[in-house]
T-cell receptor, first 115, second 117 residues
Framework: AQSVAQPEDQVNVAEGNPLTVKCTYS??????LFWYVQYPNRGLQFLLK??????LVKGSYGFEAEFNKSQTSFHLKKPSALVSDSALYFC?????????????FGKGTRLHILP | DTEVIQTPKHLVMGMTNKKSLKCEQH?????MYWYKQKAKKPPELMFV???????INESVPSRFSPECPNSSLLNLHLHALQPEDSALYLC????????????????FGPGTRLTVT
């Protein structure tokens, strides 16, 4: 069975500081991993994904994530936070091995960037 | 054009009403999805259409009835809903290559905020 965890309900970061939003996963085979962002009263917006290849993935708006197979993690990072990065962030996973599995989303982490 | 269009933006309906939610995309995507999202929760998958055929139904009650008239359009017909069905309903689309469709990112619409009274 596949699962995904976002251990923090909320992360507070001062503007200009680096930010990290954590995600860990559990799958039987290789994972497909995604990060999405949701602004208030909006749908989800794709940020980046890891399917295969380089462990460091670069995405939209200066975000990046590092796939760490040994720690089963895919943390989202940005070197310098902006107030406009304040939003709800979802990590999602799908197990490449199990063809019957669907993508599942973590519970979400609310990111507050403090001016 | 990477936009998924959903109408209406807001909908209030009584428990005896029949209404429909509409979704449209012109990205040539062949997979389309309906999700339900409660406040401060992740989206919950309801239905997936692949090449205009229903491929996944996540045991959704029959008061929700999806329809895919063509590759660009997706509807969700609502009848005899309950107050607990009040939520944000999100439509999404992605490229589809059969069983590998889950490698593709999904493009989401802004959602329809549904209130059942």
């Amino acid at each position: 069975a596949q699962s995904v965890a976002q251990p923090e309900d909320q992360v507070n970061v001062a503007e200009g500081n680096p930010l990290t939003v954590k995600c860990t996963y559990s799958v039987s085979g290789n994972p497909y991993l995604f990060w999405y962002v949701q602004y208030p009263n909006r749908g989800l917006q794709f940020l980046l994904k890891y399917i295969t290849g380089d462990n460091l993935v670069k995405g939209s708006y200066g975000f990046e994530a590092e796939f760490n197979k040994s720690q089963t993690s895919f943390h989202l990072k940005k070197p310098s936070a902006l107030v406009s990065d304040s939003a709800l962030y979802f990590c999602a996973v799908r197990d490449e091995m199990n063809r019957d599995d669907k993508i599942i989303f973590g519970k979400g982490t609310r990111l507050h960037i403090l001016p | 054009d990477t936009e998924v269009i959903q109408t209406p933006k807001h909908l209030v309906m009584g428990m005896t009403n029949k209404k429909s939610l509409k979704c449209e995309q012109h990205m040539g995507h062949r997979a389309m999805y309906w999700y339900k999202q409660k406040a401060k929760k992740p989206p919950e998958l309801m239905f997936v259409y692949s090449y205009e055929k229903l491929s996944i139904n996540e045991s959704v009650p029959s008061r929700f009835s999806p329809e895919c008239p063509n590759s660009s359009l997706l509807n969700l017909h609502l009848h005899a809903l309950q107050p607990e069905d009040s939520a944000l309903y999100l439509c999404a689309s992605s490229q589809d290559m059969g069983v590998e469709s889950w490698i593709y990112e999904q493009y989401f619409g802004p959602g329809t905020r549904l209130t059942v009274t």
